[in-house]
């Protein structure tokens, strides 16, 4: 499959393009304990057993690789997206949404809807991705899901992971990677349709500010710093660490009373929010959004 901006996406099975696979995930982590990526021969085992392993390639070089399995639920079969990871200087170009889109492609082909994978909230540029490019929802928060782990971009702030439905065939889904369904600024989500911020930016939008005990609008927005990876190396794992309470508290709160998280948006000054809202999930699948029109 030749996917955007020349990036090409095909499943992998021989065994050195498994092994360059652990080491591109090592590499787009900046895992320095292998135990925290996976073996090649797991993804041996998965590529042929049930699972599904892709790599992307530019000018015939791996610069990104994903892997996942089928699971059999006791209300439905779901694959489970386990990991997508992209190497520095390729990332932001396009190489993960071919890997997602290739992946959606193999999935359907599969008869099954829908995809399960965790991301961690506090990521500004995930959650855009997962939740505003590819049209994935959450409903659910995991609080220190992995454990605590020692990479350069979860070291010392926990493991929080909200777990992402993707739901493939949704016209949600379809609009979304398409581009064909975004939301409004913050300022015009708060003042048109009467949302409200459930945790502010902070002064200079190094720290998070005040937080609303509760919400009473239909539409909820939760600020997100710009960059956690930088915060913790430029301010101080102290200002990291607020940051993670605040959103834990306030986002756990939020999913406790009904909200979905459906979306990112940024208000005038660019900083992030996650956009939640309180609709039935086959609502929010439909597309049947405010500001959808």
Request: charged share 30%; net charge positive.
């Amino acid at each position: 499959m030749v996917g955007l901006a020349g990036v090409v996406v095909r499943r992998l099975v021989r065994p050195e393009e498994l092994e360059e696979a652990v080491e591109v995930h090592a590499r787009a982590w900046g895992s320095r304990d292998y135990r925290e990526v996976v073996a090649p021969h797991i993804l041996r085992a998965l590529s042929e057993h049930g699972g599904l392993v892709l790599g992307a390639f530019v000018e015939g070089k791996m610069v990104g690789a994903s892997y996942g399995w089928v699971v059999c639920g006791e209300r439905n079969r779901y694959f489970y997206s386990h990991a997508t990871g992209v190497e520095e200087g390729h990332k932001y170009k396009g190489v993960g949404f071919a890997l997602k889109l290739k992946q959606r492609e193999e999935v359907l082909a599969m008869g099954i809807r829908l995809v399960k994978w965790t991301f961690d909230p506090l990521q500004s540029l995930n959650t855009r991705f997962n939740l505003g490019k590819l049209g994935a929802v959450y409903r659910e928060y995991h609080v220190n899901y992995y454990g605590e782990m020692t990479d350069e971009i979860n070291r010392g702030l926990g493991s929080d992971r909200v777990k992402a439905e993707w739901w493939l065939d949704s016209r949600l889904v379809d609009l979304k990677v398409r581009g064909k369904l975004r939301p409004p600024p913050a300022e015009v989500l708060v003042r048109e349709y009467g949302g409200e911020i459930a945790l502010a930016h902070g002064g200079e939008g190094e720290k998070p500010g005040s937080a609303r005990v509760a919400v009473d609008s239909d539409i909820a927005l939760v600020a997100l710093p710009r960059d956690i990876v930088r915060v913790r190396r430029e301010v101080g794992i102290g200002a990291a660490a607020e940051w993670r309470r605040a959103t834990r508290t306030v986002i756990t709160r939020l999913l406790s009373r009904g909200f979905v998280g459906v979306d990112y948006t940024r208000d005038s000054v660019g900083r992030g929010y996650v956009v939640l809202v309180k609709r039935r999930l086959d609502d929010i699948l439909d597309a049947r959004l405010p500001w959808a029109g």
